[in-house]
């Protein structure tokens, strides 16, 4: 192992230049060199790379984003494409490739990973935390607290106004940013993809809450339930209440990561520097029952996540 | 003046608290008592009302919302409302009237006080910023730095993504709230509705700033600018460009209000409470030339504030 | 059981309301009936206590401090102290009693419950988080990220300056929140009470970051180290750089809790009441393995818990 | 005027890049070019100077600290350093410099006019907001914000403990600070250099505010008032109740600049830019009655600029 390469793929997350820091660092201190490529896995196809040094990825832990940037290319996955990237593993003399993204990327680098000799690690990153392997992603805690941090704000005016608000959540088709956000801002009511919720439900769900005395209300859903402008008018029309629409947008996707979104993108960095040493490839890095360790990254890409409906359960008493 | 009445109405606005404790305390310590009224006008058409003391405003500078309630009373304008509130008034005896609000509750406010004889005193506080007579209104600097806060963290992503946001701020059918947002983001172009930006102005400015070499660039516009989802559409298109929208929601209302919210909300309300004591009514206080003053309630409501366009130029080179 | 009692004891946390929301609202859930004890021991001592309910516990979640108050009481824990508790819990019918707080307070639970028939479950609540049988306490991922936020913007400083800052963050006698604080900041040296470090080596490394072209540099130490003060003046005569020192202080024991915080605090108190509901006693639940369960209470206050040393390790390496 | 100096001196203050952005972008928008003079005074003293453009003072606006560097520099005033700075300015053709700082740099300022035909221009930069000729210095605003989090999260401890607590703020010899800081987290005492405040007021006070039934309570001491470690234990010794020392130390001075102190800093850019494109020099540019104006440089640093001691009376009783 003498030449590490890094690159961040798909939607950004926050920690992502943690782990950049990190693998960086970490492979520096090994004797390894790093070639940070650019714009995701464009810059695989292109050949587009920088060193990366331990003095060029300093002051970055803190930011949002990635100074390598990145893309969602989905014209990458095609034959000819993962190809050219093979290409350019092969003529700059790649020996390990570390792939921080999330699933897609994760899905793209297991290909990859059929057509090259570079050993290939996965990084998740994500605010998403649908991969499968990790109990929690590099991004998912800095976006639940800044989708927390709003909704707390939301709140003030529901209260002021005895207003219902529906908030829109991230979280692509799965709801595990939906279901954490929703138990910690208190939520009457978390929409999840995974659970069909009828409306029947939600009704009466804002009625039992209204006998209780309570004369405001939020309701968490995740981006994949569907269209939440016609839920928020469908509770209007049905109840007479006033509903109000918020989509907490981007802001979920940035900002500076929270200690343990940048705790955990160190700690990932730092497993996946050890396997590339130890000449281990086609793993993905992660966190499982608190301790941090790596899984088959074919098995992480072809494996759903399963979300703990447990905690919906709980959720809705702790709302009461 | 023995006894005064505080009501908050319209939309909720960060310091709206502050402002009853302000009023509160400062009443009393001029051995008046002070009655809040709750729900917004609908408290006062249904004389539903509380004492308020100096503990039982405790702890409550630091809370966005209201803890007297509020709502938007379309009907209230009416003259059997009005009626009902005037009786209000007087049969629980109310010297002086304090009206925390916006626009649109000064203009009730005013014509309330052409059939009582308390005196009515207005505290502009709506994060709109759009009360004629005072250079700021409670609650525009915190929702400003919420605003803030929020795109500095989806400039993340624009920069890593190398995209161009739209992203819409409130504001109503003014710009105050995009124009101090739009420069302290550093937008590359920011939309009000008190100048119509053709589309090619926009289309141009994004060419030149491609040419100087920017990657990505931030519109902020005011909601009261038309349908931002067309417009990010229309820029797609014509470009060629990946182009976001995101929409800044209600947390701009709430939130623990910033220190100048919370420093203004108690010296206007330190201005009221001098107004009443004086026997002045009819009146709005403001902030004016970094002064503590107050203009006639009729005037306040019948002018419109004039937006300053020399900043949207200044804006415009600062953004190169 | 019928009726359970719910205590917050010793220093205040981020997220004990959230512990006393769910464990109240899962407690009526279940039919029990809940009195919160007030002030800590004192509460227990004295019999104050006030009923608690879903709707008076409703929004305090997102809110620092204890509803509850609380109390450091060395006094409590002699025998006639112990007794006096005893018989609180045996006159109001307390069937079981959840003691939310630190080590001390836990200590305290321990020799309660050799003098009573109430079923006793801790629940780790301390920024400290040196709680043995959990990986991580109620409050402390909300002091890192207050920690982290504050010294991120003392970086901003040192840079500015180049110049060398220790930062002193709590902890008591131990350096969890020093290390992982120290991580996640990316601080050139971390100081922590577990691991004796030289001056030489605190120089050495100052030295060696100097060589390499850093110009400033954060120290994070525990506040168990020793004299702050002491240790900055004598980098500061020794290497002729300029040192500052900052504490940072009460703040981090404050503050709106985190998700995480809020998380934990409601499945730990879904826990405690699982267990009560299943008449076992004498446990303090826990996170161990990612999973929440529980460890008997002797065994808890008698073990001290491991720092994880490796993580000081990769820390320099990180900081490099 | 071709060529135009800037340079950022004394403490660190927030909104310093936003006005190295603002000054940069304004003059090349007339034609000039811009020398970044590094590490304050030093720069000057030594030559040490890199050009800035539009688009290397990109992305900075958000960003605490200074890109330039500062430094305190009391060898500076020496007749030779300022001798070597006139040298520096004339040697590279520096036609008008903008002097970005607080007091102390502007007194350097007018000594250096005093030498040299470069047109000299300050711009108020200090957390201390003790400027003359200015309402507002760039950065107060944030170092206010970042007081009043901290202190509304050590509020939480104050309660749940039934504690006083002497919090410490910056400010150097000057109370502003800590009189805004103080009014906006409703302090029950508030103590500032300008006023001599006895022991026996102190402790009347409290005592006052214990019989109202407050049994917490927060004191905001400026820096300069003398050493609150003492003051705190006489407060402990007199009253018996527990009182804790909190200083609030550097954060204040880093950080994000809120969207105040980013305008501010636009707009003094702006004024300073225009008054030396105007030909104008040995001004101070300032905020005075809600404009943008400025004043003679000598009269600036010879002024002492008073303290509203009004706002003290006020915040007593909004304390009450």
Known sequence: MKTIGVVTSGGDAPGMNAAIRAVTRLAYAKDFQVLGFEKGWEGLVTSTFRALTPRSVGGIMQLGGTILLTSRCPHFRKPESIKK???TLASNKVDGL??????GSLKAACELSEKTNTLIVGVPATIDNDVYGTDET????TAVNTAVA??????DTAISHERIFIVEV???TRGFLALTVGITV???????????????EILGNIKENSEKGKRSGIIVAAEGVGDTRKIASEIETRTGAEVR???IGYAQRGGSPTARSRLLASLFANEAVELLANG???RVVGLQNGKITSIDIEKSCKTEKPLDLSLLKMARTLAT
Chains 1, 2, 3, 4 share one sequence.
């Not at 590099?138 to 805690?141: L, P, Q, V």
């Not at 709003?150 to 709140?155: A, Y």
Request: glycine share 14%; charged share 25%.
């Open 245 to 247: 629409l918020s989509i």
């Open 138 to 141: 590099i991004g998912f805690d």
């Open 186 to 200: 208190g939520a009457e009511t978390i929409l999840v993809p995974e659970v069909k919720t009828p409306m029947e």
């Open 170 to 172: 991230m979280g692509r």
């Open 150 to 155: 709003e909704i707390d704000k939301i709140r």
């Open 85 to 87: 990237a093979a290409e």
């Open 280 to 282: 281990q490839g086609n």
């Open 98 to 103: 570390i792939v921080i993204g999330g699933n």
